[in-house]
C-alpha cells in the first residue's frame, strides 16, 4: 500500500488543497479581465431598443425643463419691453410655452420612470437568473470550496447595489450628463464668453470626479467584502443555532460578530467620508464659478455689453447645472458599490463548471425489456486533486445491470469519491466512466439525472410542503405516486401524522421532522426518482434498527433489477447486496459476494464479527 | 413556496419609525446638529437671489464697479459658506450613522442568538439575513437623507415661500396654489406605496431563502438534476418581485410627474403676472429675477418630497420587519426567582476550577461530591408541547418520570419520531418543559440561570455543525483549557486525525474552512461534548455516522469518560445502548420501559423489535 504512506489523512469529502493563498480564502475570485464590462453589455444588449426609448424620453423631458430659463431671458428682455409697446403677443407666447414645457416635462417623467423601471427591473431579472443558475450548474466541488454564505451574498446584497445603482444611479448620471449638455450649449448660445467660464469649470469638476472615482472605490471593495463576511458568520450561526445555544457561544459570538461588523461600520464611514470630501470639493467650484460668472456679469450689463434677462437665465442655469452635482456623488456611490459588486458576480460567472455539458451529447440505448438498470463500468479510471494527492490509484471496475454493490471500508478509503464518480459529481482524472457503454461525459445533464440518483447522506429538506419534497425525485409525479413510494418506504404512517398531511408544510406549525424522517423522505424521493443506478451514500445512519430494515426491505424491492452502489457503514445494508466491495487507502482491496466474503479472512470478515458481535 | 409571518396590524410610518429613537438617541446631538447646519445652508441658498437682486437694482443699474465686486465677492463668501457647511453635515453624521447601522445590527444578532429554538424552526434564515442586510441598509439611508431632508426642505420651503411674499404677496400667493394638490397626492402615495413597498421586501426575503436553500441543498439537487426545477421556482418569485417593483414604480412616476408639472405651472404663471408688473413699472426687475431664482431654487426641495417619502415608506417597512424579529420574546430566564442561583453558581465553581487537575484528581473529586448533594437527572413528571402547536394537541411528551442515578449513564431507545431528541433538547433547556420539572442533583433546572445550566451540561447533536474555527477552538468550546484537554478529548472521540490535517488543530473548519466528512464533524462534535469534562452529558446518536471499526474504538474510550458522569444516550443501535448501564423505552410520547438491555430484551416486545429489527408480532408469539 504505497498510498498508505503518500496520501494523508484526508476524508473523501475534502476536496481541497490546504493552502494557504487559495483565491477561495480572500473571497476573491479571478476575474479575468474585461469579464465586468462584457458581463454588463451581455446584460443590455437585448433591451437596447427599450434604452434607447428611454434615453430619448429622458431627451425630451430634460429639453421640456430645461427650457424655463430661456422663458424667462425672453419675458424680462423681449416680452416686458414688448407688453410696454402694448404688444401682448410676446407674453402670450411665453404663457403657453411655460405651459406646454410643464406639463411635457410631468408627462415625459412618468413615462420615464415607468420605462426606466421596466428595463432595470429586467436586467435584475436576468442578472438574477443568470447567478442562480450559474450557481447551480458549478459543480459540486465548487460549492465544496466557495461558501454557502458567500455564494448568498452575491445574489443579495450585490444584486442589491446593482439595483440601486439601476434605480437610482444610472437616471441620475444620464440627468445629469444630458442637463450638463444642454446648459452647456445653451450658455454658450447665450452668451459665449460666459458659457465659456462655466464650461471651463469641468476641468476642476473632472478631476474631483476621478480622485473620488479612485479613492472611493478602494473603499467599496473593502466594505463588499466585509459585508459578506458579517453575513457568513449571520448564515452560519442562525443555521447551527443548537450547539451555539448548548455551548454558551452566545457572548463569544457576539464579540466574533461584532469585529467584524465593526469593520464594515469603518469602511461604511470612510465611504460615507470620502462622499463629504467630495461633496465641498464640487460645492466649491460650483459657487465659486456661479461668483466669477456673476462678477463679469454684472460688469457687462452696467456697461451694456450684455442684457440682464441673459445675466438671470445664465445664473438660473448655473444653479441647475451644479444642483445635480451632489447627487452626481451620490451615482458615483452606487457606482463604485455596484462596480465592486459587479466584479465578484462575473468572477463567479466566469467560473467553469468542471463537469461541463457535452458539446456532442449521446444518447442512452433503451432500457432492456423487464430490466430497469444499466451496465457501469470503472474503465481505467484514476482520480487525483488538481493539486495533487491521488485519491483513487488507477482501477478498472464492471458493474453488470441488476446487481447491488455494497462498498465498506474505513473512513478516507475512497468510497464517496468512487460514488462521486458515478454521480458525476466528479470527473475522472483519467479514464472513463461508462454507463452502458456510452461515457457519462458525453450524456446531458438531464439523461444522466434521469439514470443516475444519489442520495446523500445529508437529509436537507427544502420549504415547501411534504410532498413538493418528496417530489423532487420527479416533479411530474402525481399524488398518488408520491404517496405510493411514500407508503412502500415506510414514511406513510408518519407523514399521515402530520396536521396537514403530504401537506404540511415543513418550516411551519407542527412541521418538525426528525432526522430519521427525513432521511425517510429522502429515501422516498429516489424511489420516485425511478432511475436505472441508483448510489446510496451512508444514507441509513439516523434510522433505527427498524426504520433502516423498512428500508432495506423497500430498497430490496426496488432495487431489483436497478444497478446499486450502497456505501455501507453498517453492515445490515451489507446483507441486501449481492456483491462487496473492500476499500482500502483508494483500492478493491476485496471483492465477491458477502457469503464468500465472510468465509474468507480478510477486512470483511472482521469488520462482520465485530458487527456481530454488536448486535450480541 | 417560503411565506413570511404575516406582520402585525398596521400603524403609521412615523409611529413605526419613532421605535428607532432608542438606536438615534446616542446620536442624536449630532444628527440634530447636523439638521441644522443643514436647514443653515439651505437658508443661505436662499439668501444667493436676494444678493443678485440687491446687485441687479443697485450696482448694475448705476453702473457703479465696486459695489459688483461688493455683490460678487459677497456671493462667493455665501457660496463657500455653503459647501462647508454641507460637507462638515455630512463629515459630522458619516461615523454615527454607520454606528446606528451596525449597532443595529449587532442588536439582532444578539437577540436573535437568545431567541427560542422554536423560533428559528418556524422562521427561514433567509428573511432573517435579509433583516440584517437590506433592511438595515435602508434604514442607515433613511436616517442619512429623508430623516434630515424632509425637515431640511420643509424648512426651506416655508423660508422661500416667506420671502416670495414678502418680494411680492400676489406672485407669492400663485406659486402656493399647487401645494394643496401636491400635498394631497403625496397622502394617497404614501398609503399604497407603504403596501407595495413591504411586499416588495417580504419577497426579497423570499427569495432569499429561495438561493440559500437551493446553496444548502446542492448535493440534492444535483443528485436528482433538479436544479431546472429549482430555477423555475427562483424564476417565478423573481418574477413576482419583478411585478411589486413595476408597481413601485407607477405609484412614484405618478408622483413624480404631478410634483415637476404642478409647480412648474405656478412658476409659469408667476413670470407671466410678474413680466406684466414689471412693465407696468409696479415690480421692479430685480425683484422679478429675485422672485424666480428663489423659486427656482425651490424646485429641488420640492421635486425631491416624492422620492424622500418613497425611502421613508421604504424605512418604515424595514422598521417594521426589523422589530417583528426584536419583539420576539427572548428566552425566559430563570423561572421562580434567581435566590437560589448564587448558591448553586457557588457550589459549581470548585468543581470547574478541578477541570485543569489529572485524570485521578478529577475522578477522586467526583466521587467526594457526588454523595452530598448529588442525586443526578430527574425528570418529574415531565411533558411538552411545542409553544406553537394547539393547546389541545396531543403532546409530545407526556408525563415523563425518569431518574438517572449520579454517575449512570441512561440510553434512550425510541422508534423514529419518538420524540427522542425532543426530550434531550429539554435538558439543555432549547425547549422548555410544559408541564412537570427537570432536575439536576436536585436543583430545578428552570431555576438555575442558562449559562450555569449549560455549563454544567454538555451535549453532542445528531447533526454535528462545526463553526468557522479552527479545530481546537471547536473542540474547547466544550469548556476545558489547552492542550491536555484538547488532547484528552480527540482521543476519547478517536479525532486524532485532527493533528494530521495540514495545520494540525489549528486547521481551519467549518462554513470558512476545511470541509470534513460527517463521521469527522461527528466525532469533533463528540470531544467537543467530553473536552470539560462535565458533570451530564446528553449524547444524541452520537455514533451514527461512524463506521463499525472506529465506532468500536470510541465506545471502549467512551466507557471509561461515562463510568463517572451521569449520562443520557439517544440510541438507535445495540452497540451503542451497550455504553449505558440502564436503557428507557420511549414510545408515544411515554416512558413504557426502563432496565438493563438484556432485561428489557427478554421483557419489552417493542424494544426487542427495535433493537433486532424482527418483527414486534414475531416476538409477542415467541414470548
Redesign the interface.
Known sequence: MTAATTAPVRDEDDDRAPASGDPFDQDRLPTPPGATGTLLRSLLAPMRGRVAVTALLLLLQQAAVQAGPLLVAYAIDRAVPAFRGDDNGPLIAVAVGYLLCATAAGALQYAFVNASARVSQDVLLDLRGRIFRHAQELSVDFHERYTSGRLISRSTTDVESLRELLEEGLQELVMVVLSAVYISVLLLWLDLGLGAVAVASFVPLYLLVRSYRRRAGRVYRKRSTAIATVIVKFVETMNGIRPVRAFRREAANDADFAVLNRRHERTNGDALLEMARYVVGSRITANTTVALIVLWGAHRVADGSLELGVLAAAVLYLRRLYDPIDRLGMFLNSYQSAAASLEKIAGLLAQTPSVPEPPAPRELPGRRAGLPGRDVVFDDVRFAYRTGGEVLPRFGLTLPAGQTVAVVGSTGAGKSTLAKLLARFYDPSDGRVLLDGVDLRDLTGRDLRREVVMVTQEAFLFSGTVAENIAIGRPDATREEIEQAAKEIGAHDFIAALPDGYDTDVRKRGGRISAGQRQLVAFARALLADPAVLILDEATSSLDIPGERAVQRAMATVLKGRTAVVIAHRLSTVEIADRVLVMEHGRIVEDGSPAELIDRTGRFADLHRAWRDSLA | ??TTPSPPESRSAVRTLLRLWPYVRPVRARLFTAALIAILASCIGLV?PLV?KW??DG??AD???AG??L???Y??L???A???L??FR??L???P???V??EM??DL??H???LP?AF???W???Q???R???DL?LL?MFL?FPLTFLLVNGVTILVGVIIMLVQDWTLGLVILVPAVPVLITCVVFEKRYSGAARRAQDQ?GD?????????????????????????QA??EL??RL?GT??H???L???I???I???P??A???A??L???Q??DGSLS?GT??AF??TA??LR?PVDSIGFLLAMSQEAATATERYFEVMDAAPESGVRGGTSRGPALRGAAAPTRAAHGGTSQAHQALGEARMPAVASGLRFENVSFR?P??PSD?LPVLHRIDLHIRPGESLAL?????SGK?TLT?LV?R?HEVTEGRITLNGADIAEMS??EL??R???A???P?L??ASVGENVL??GGTGEEDLGRALAVAQAD?AH????GVD?QV???G???????RQRL?LA?AVVGRPDFLVLD?PL?????????AVEAALRRVLADTTALIVA????TV?LADRVALLSGGRITAVGTHHELLRTSPEYA?????APAGEQEDQR
Request: hydrophobic share 45%; aromatic share 6%; charged share 20%.
Open positions: 413556496m417560503p444667493i443678485l446687485m441687479v450696482p448694475i453702473r457703479d464697479p459688483v465686486w455683490g460678487a465677492l456671493l462667493l455665501l457660496g463657500l455653503e459647501a462647508l454641507f460637507g455630512r463629515w453624521v458619516a461615523r450613522l454607520s454606528h447601522e451596525a445590527r449587532a444578532y444578539r436573535l442568538q437568545r429554538v428559528h424552526d418556524r427561514p434564515s433567509g432573517l439575513l435579509s440584517a442586510t437590506t441598509m442607515r442619512a426579497v427569495l432569499t431563502t429561495v438561493v440559500e436553500e437551493s446553496v444548502l441543498g446542492i448535493r440534492i439537487i444535483k443528485g436528482f438534476g433538479r436544479h431546472r426545477s429549482q430555477a427562483f424564476r423573481s418574477g419583478r417593483e413595476l413601485k414604480a407607477r412614484l412616476a405618478t413624480l410627474g404631478v415637476v408639472t404642478l412648474e405651472l412658476i409659469g404663471a413670470l407671466v410678474g413680466a406684466v414689471v412693465a426687475a422679478l429675477v424666480l431664482s427656482l431654487a429641488w411545542y406553537d402547536a394537541s431507545v425510541g422508534a423514529t419520531g431528541t433538547a439543555p432549547l442558562r449559562e449549560r455549563s451540561v454538555a451535549v447533536f445528531e447533526e455543525t463553526f468557522s468550546m466544550g486525525f494530521a490535517l495540514p495545520q486547521t467549518g462554513e470558512q476545511l470541509s470534513l466528512s460527517g463521521g469527522q462534535a467537543r446518536d451514527s455516522a461512524l463506521d463499525v471499526h472506529t465506532e468500536a438507535h443501535r445495540p452497540s451497550l423489535h427495535l433493537m433486532s429489527g
